[in-house]
């Protein structure tokens, strides 16, 4: 029997990690701590809530005294921190509380790593790290070895909590790893983000926003093979490593939005171009041979396969979209494209 600590788990990937591990590994003790943000929902936690290898604290993990005193209790085996300000958009709004949570929250939690001991601290980081590549070499992508290079504040402060976790096991020997995934989608991703924004929004025959002039590339990854390349990756992965996580669905982001049209029914008509996102990364590509040959992982689903469930979860989950459209979401939405 071991026993994780899952932060950010009412958040999308958390979320959906927690579904899975929880009915997979029975035997093993789950405990999920989140601060329940704007993007934490509770209501993500209801089918596993009453298992009874499952826990949830409501705390933030930047709260060192109440962190400490869960380590304490709990006596944690391995630690694999989801939580994090996931939203580039709103960290060119408001760069602090990233460099809060995703820098100084995953120092408190390496902290009470060290203080109580741990088998494994696993980072969830992402390729955004690496910043982008150019639009005409599509023979180039990122592997472990690419240099940080960010874009926004988001990945600065993403980039900044790898860097401190490097550091962590170089100088005080605390057990490591890092996944940096590419972009994920699936159930229980806040509309807030492209593929659940436009399904939303194409749904309700609204205008749909795409940046620029659409071409940017993003390397889509069902969120289920995200999670499975995790789990993977803290109970077989080396010490101190990097692993890369993606499948190698590359699309512009007007593909991605006139399949999800195509899927709905909905005319093309609907999309409309805005001003750009500043900074606006231009192309993300992930090289996952090092995770596909060191632990075999392989992903279940391609884009092409995963998008049509991915959609139809949005159609059959209409409630679970309605409760987060709360005051804070309507004002960020507000305010985002107010001069786009
Ligand atoms: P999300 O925004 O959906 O969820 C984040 C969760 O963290 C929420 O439940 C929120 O309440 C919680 N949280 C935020 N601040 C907290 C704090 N101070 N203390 C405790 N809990 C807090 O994010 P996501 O998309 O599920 O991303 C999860 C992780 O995966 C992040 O670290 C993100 O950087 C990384 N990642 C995301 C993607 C993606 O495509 N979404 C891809 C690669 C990596
Ligand atoms: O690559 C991993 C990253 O993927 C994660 O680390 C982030 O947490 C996650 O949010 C995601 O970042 P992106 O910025 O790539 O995702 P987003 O869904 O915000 O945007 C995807 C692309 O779509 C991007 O090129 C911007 C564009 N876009 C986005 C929105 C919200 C639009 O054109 N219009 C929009 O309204």
Redesign the pocket.
């Known amino acids: 029997m071991s026993k994780f600590l899952i932060?950010?788990?009412?958040?999308?990937?958390?979320?959906?990690f927690l579904h899975i591990m929880v009915n997979n590994y029975p035997e093993d003790q789950y405990v999920c701590?989140?601060?329940?943000?704007?993007?934490?929902?509770i209501e993500?936690l209801e089918p596993i809530m009453n298992k009874n290898n499952f826990k949830f604290i409501h705390?933030?993990?930047?709260?060192r005294e109440a962190i400490f005193k869960i380590f304490e209790e709990e006596h944690f085996d391995y630690v694999i921190?989801?939580?994090?300000?996931?939203?580039v958009d709103r960290s060119i709004e408001n760069p602090g509380?990233f460099l809060?949570?995703?820098i100084l929250?995953t120092q408190t939690l390496m902290d009470a790593c060290r203080k109580y001991g741990i088998k494994r601290y696993h980072?969830?980081?992402?390729?955004?790290v690496y910043g982008d590549l150019p639009l005409d070499r599509p023979d180039l992508f990122f592997t472990e070895d690419t240099p940080i290079n960010t874009s926004s504040p988001?990945s600065a402060s993403?980039a900044s909590a790898d860097l401190l976790v490097q550091a962590y096991h170089r100088t005080f020997g605390l057990p490591i790893t890092i996944?940096?995934?590419?972009?994920?989608?699936g159930p229980?991703?806040?509309p807030e983000?492209l593929i659940p924004l436009i399904i939303k929004k194409a749904l309700a025959n609204e205008q749909l926003p795409i940046y620029g002039n659409g071409q940017n590339v993003r390397d889509w990854?069902h969120?289920y093979d995200?999670c499975t390349a995790i789990d993977l990756i803290v109970r077989k992965g080396k010490n101190g490593e990097v692993y890369n996580?993606g499948g190698h669905n590359e699309k512009t982001n007007l593909e991605v939005v006139k399949t999800i049209l195509k899927e709905l029914g909905k005319p093309e008509s609907l999309i409309t171009y805005v001003k750009d996102r500043a900074g606006h990364d231009l192309r993300y590509a992930i090289d996952p041979s090092k995770l596909m040959n060191e632990l075999g992982w392989k992903p279940k689903y391609t884009f092409e396969t995963g998008i049509g469930p991915t959609i139809q979860w949005n159609l059959e989950n209409q409630k679970w979209i309605n409760n987060i459209l709360s005051g804070e979401y309507i004002r960020f939405m507000n305010d985002n494209y107010k001069n786009k």
């Open positions: 932060t950010g788990g009412a958040g999308f990937i958390g979320g959906n701590i989140d601060a329940l943000t704007y993007a934490g929902n993500t705390e933030n993990i930047c709260n921190n989801f939580a994090a300000e996931s939203h509380i809060n949570t995703n929250g980072q969830v980081s992402t390729d955004e988001y993403k996944s940096r995934c590419s972009n994920n989608y229980y991703h806040f983000k990854l969120v995200h996580i």
